[in-house]
């Protein structure tokens, strides 16, 4: 697997995905970020995965893919090692057991997980419609002020989306 890629597009993603990680994972694979390099939607570029069985959050994004493959390595470390990077291109390599990242005079080594032992992400179920960005945030900010903050009762620290027709109701309490 080799791939190249802008540093702020992979900062952000690498950032969106590993926010969904968890602090003590049942499992240390699921402690991990899942690097896809190949072509996804007819374009070279990465998919950014992570998963604990409860939560998973998925990135596609365009990067020049030179070999394609799959690895499994520290989400949280691979965060911090991106937020500290030059604002040069990274390239990513994988060799043998080992992912090396360079950007610019910056080179770092990670140990990479076993991929087979990563769970399957479940399927995104079809679109139903569509919303504006701003819209939603909008009225997720609304809805979040209702939710709870205890985390003895994790049911009621969610917030409830409902789908009817061409209407969102958003519930919290």
Avoid: H
Wanted: contains cysteine; proline residues 6%.
């Amino acid at each position: 697997m080799k791939f190249t890629v802008e540093r702020d597009v992979l900062a952000d993603a690498v950032a969106w995905t590993a926010r969904t990680l968890p602090i003590r994972p049942s499992s240390p694979v699921l402690s991990g970020l899942l690097i896809e390099a190949g072509s996804f939607e007819g374009a070279d570029g990465l998919q950014l995965s992570t998963f604990d069985y409860d939560t998973s959050a998925r990135a596609t994004l365009n990067a020049n893919v030179s070999a394609e493959g799959k690895v499994l390595v520290s989400g949280r470390l691979l965060a911090d090692i991106c937020r500290s990077l030059p604002n040069k291109p990274v390239e990513v390599t994988l060799e043998d057991k080992k992912v090396s990242l360079t950007c610019g005079a910056a080179r770092f080594s990670l140990q990479t997980m076993p991929v087979e032992d990563y769970p399957t992400l479940p399927e995104m179920p079809e679109a139903r419609g569509s919303v504006s960005s701003d819209l939603f945030a909008s009225s997720v900010s609304q809805a979040v002020t209702a939710a709870g903050r205890d985390d003895m009762l994790p049911v009621l620290t969610g917030v409830r989306v409902e789908l009817q027709g061409d209407t969102i109701a958003m519930l919290a309490t």
